[in-house]
């Protein structure tokens, strides 16, 4: 009965090591990494995020982030990122973004549909007074896609900070994660028989 339990116990260990924690990317106090290069490669456990700018180098402060200077400005500068597993990505810090779209920012992905947002306060899911935008919907970015960041007009300029996202387990792993699950069941049954 003992070596039951522990096998069960097993199986139970392996079950949330397939499942995906919120993670968080911050792009401020990262000037050994960012400042002027024009594209970026950076690895975080299985993960490899990708970050390329248009319109100028990367500056990255202890509390700001932008292209050139400490701003991504105008819709020249652009910041575009990609990741190596799929992401749903849940949360979105800014700074500086204005009251509507002459000074907000503007997002958009590669994705099928493709999103295109201008964020401002009274978007919603955006939060104008610590500018977080919060999808109702995670933005799912697959391999191979992206999504960048400019301004939403010429005469707008704002920081990126960070973003927190899931990585969505490769289906191997989902699939193995869905047969320690039926495994449970089948010894969960027998033990309780």
């Given at each position: ?123 919603p ?25 400019t ?32 495994l449970?069941?089948v ?7």
């Amino acid at each position: 009965m003992q070596n039951k339990i522990n096998l069960l116990l097993l199986i139970l260990s392996l079950v949330p090591a397939l499942v995906s924690a919120q993670q968080t990317y911050s792009f401020l106090d990262k000037g050994s990494i960012y400042d002027n290069k024009t594209s970026v490669q950076e690895t975080i456990g299985a993960l490899m995020i990708t970050a390329t700018s248009s319109g100028g180098v990367f500056n990255s402060n202890k509390s700001n982030f932008g292209i050139v200077d400490t701003t991504i400005n105008g819709t020249a500068e652009i910041v575009t990122l990609s990741f190596s597993q799929t992401v749903e990505i849940t949360l979105i810090d800014f700074s500086g973004i204005g009251s509507d779209v002459a000074d907000g920012a503007k997002i958009s992905t590669t994705t099928t549909p493709a999103l295109s947002l201008d964020l401002h306060t009274g978007v919603p899911g955006f939060n104008g007074n610590n500018d977080i935008y919060t999808p109702a919907t995670p933005i799912r970015l697959e391999p191979g896609e992206s999504i960048t960041f400019t301004g939403s007009s010429d005469s707008s300029g704002f920081e990126l900070h960070r973003i927190e996202y899931n990585v969505i387990p490769e289906m191997s792993a989902q699939s193995l994660g869905t047969g320690a699950a039926a495994l449970t069941l089948v010894i969960l049954s027998r033990l309780l028989q």
